[in-house]
């Protein structure tokens, strides 16, 4: 954890109530144009301060079919134009320049789909939080950067922590690396059984399914997004009732229903 964690929103901590809530008129969607520069310039300066040039993309998501957010939903998560490779760049670990870490910021301030956060491991953080709150760590007290945060119209507090700082749902689960004895057990399981699904999770809810077979499944691997989450399903029954029939009595079932175009 890193040692000074600031909050910087357009909310003046005086216009709080008793109660700890804001009793202002700004909106908690950004403006798009003044203030959300402010934040992004902002940022830039913390960064600077901190010695940092690069960020790297960890816990990546995008929007799924429900989305509560207040604006609405853009082609292309905000990622457009992002990375060279498209949107299969925005991966867990991927390390983008300053100016792009500015653009997933701008995207995030907007709620257009994706989220992430951005980190220079053991020097600084950007997490974006609800409504137009942004929270920056960094391992030096950047002080001559809260002066300038404070004179572009946006206001500081101190933190002892981002409310946004990684924390798995279980700190006792482990999991396991796919390396080679992964790809050699997946391999046996393949042969031995002709056909079975890997599902690959590049970011949250976002993956790509691929059925594996003893002829693509060296093809399959090389095509991996880095750092993506695989996981490994037996292959589809084709026999709708026999398929119907291994459902549960009670509680929910997971069911994949796959059409193969011709």
Request: include cysteine.
């Given at each position: ?23 202002c ?16 310039q902002?940022v ?48 867990d ?5 300053i ?56 206001f ?5 922590a ?8 279980d ?62 399903w ?29």
């Amino acid at each position: 954890m890193l040692p000074y964690v600031y909050q910087v929103a357009k909310y003046d901590p005086a216009d709080r109530d008793q109660h700890g809530h804001h009793a202002c008129t700004e909106d908690t969607t950004s403006d798009h144009g003044p203030v959300e520069t402010a934040y992004l310039q902002a940022v830039a300066a913390f960064a600077e301060d901190s010695g940092v040039d690069q960020l790297a993309i960890r816990e990546p998501q995008l929007g799924g079919f429900a989305r509560f957010g207040l604006e609405p939903p853009v082609d292309g998560y905000g990622l457009a134009g992002l990375f060279p490779a498209g949107p299969a760049g925005f991966h867990d670990g991927a390390l983008v320049p300053i100016d792009v870490g500015l653009e997933l910021v701008r995207a995030m301030l907007r709620d257009n789909g994706a989220w992430c956060r951005l980190e220079a491991e053991g020097e600084f953080t950007v997490h974006v939080g609800w409504d137009q709150y942004l929270y920056l760590s960094s391992s030096r007290p950047c002080e001559a950067t809260l002066t300038r945060t404070r004179a572009l119209g946006l206001f500081t507090q101190r933190l002892d922590a981002s409310p946004y700082d990684f924390a798995p749902e279980d700190p006792a689960y482990v999991q396991r690396p796919a390396d080679a004895g992964f790809w050699t057990r997946l391999g046996w399981t393949v042969s031995a059984h002709r056909a079975t699904f890997l599902e690959e999770t590049f970011a949250l809810n976002a993956s790509r399914w691929h059925r594996l077979s003893r002829d693509n499944i060296k093809t399959v691997r090389s095509r991996l997004t880095p750092r993506a989450q695989l996981s490994v399903w037996p292959d589809l029954l084709t026999d709708v009732d026999t398929a119907v029939a291994a459902l549960p009595d009670e509680g929910l079932g997971p069911v994949r229903w796959v059409v193969r175009a011709v």
